[in-house]
């Protein structure tokens, strides 16, 4: 159990519910992923109907809902779109996206700012997708962010933790500040990998929904975020250049020695 | 008679005297939205206040899958 903005979450994991082949293996794959956190947009209705299934499927999964901005490309766009979340999901909580660059879905860190500034000054708890740069983490939080959600690697690449020393450097440099890598998390080793490294949450989506079995791999992410956390509360083992024996080098048998005295 | 965009489509109203007026005729309203008009939030309560004048652009946001 950990605390999140006065939220007690069980799962470090928190699961986009796009790109699922079907809506029943999205609920499959939310509730074999543990998760408590999950993501939503906000889009015009496609569909003649006037009813919203996937409304009545949010209230069925009931777990805490994050609305995000994506396809945002300016500070006014996204404080638009999260003012309609606030109203539509009943939470101020925001993923805050605004791309700046749409060949690598880049965040805009001008653009990132100025909205996040606006948002807290209207209440909302800010969830910032941003990328790895130090400096924008720390103004993201001197905004008030209480939660910065720095890249892995561009949104659906699955490529992982790119930039390793930068995840590192954050996490050291903002220590009280609740962590989550967001985006580019394609291998359950990734998740184990930031949580490994300190971060508090991870935020996936493609790995899951595009895995050949969704559900399957719902369950690895929760397994390997659990073993991420549990491995840093344990505490690695400190790197070295050279090998050193684990075995008692005291008592080996005669031969051994043999070896070492005629070398 | 007036335009106006409705998520994205010129549709020709009677003219309404606010948005709330407008909703309430408008066939294709979801059970749960929000609306911006001309890239402004406009919360519920606002509706009856809301004027809907030639050219606005209305837009009816639902949920939607996300990531």
Redesign the interface.
Known sequence: MWQLLGESLNSRLFLGTAQYPSPQVLSDAVTASGTDVITVSLRRQMQSSTGNGFWQQLKTLNKKILPNTAGCTSAKEAITTAQMARELFGTHWIKLEVIGDQHTLQPDPFELLTACRELIQQGFEVFPYCNDDLILCQRLVDAGCKVIMPWGAPIGSGRGLVNERALTLIRQRLPDINLVVDAGIGAPSHAARALELGYDAVLLNTAVANAGDPVAMAQAFKLATQAGRLAFMAGQMAQREMAVASTPVIGQPFWHQATVAAK | MITILV??KPEQIPAPENLQNFLQAWS?????????VN???V??ENYPQQAITAGDAI?????????
Not at chain 2, 28 to 36: K, N, R, T
Not at chain 2, 59 to 67: N, R, Y
């Open positions: 998520n994205g294709g309203l979801p059970e749960h939205y929000a609306i911006a890239q402004q939030f919360a519920k837009e009816i946001l639902v949920a939607m899958q996300g990531g």
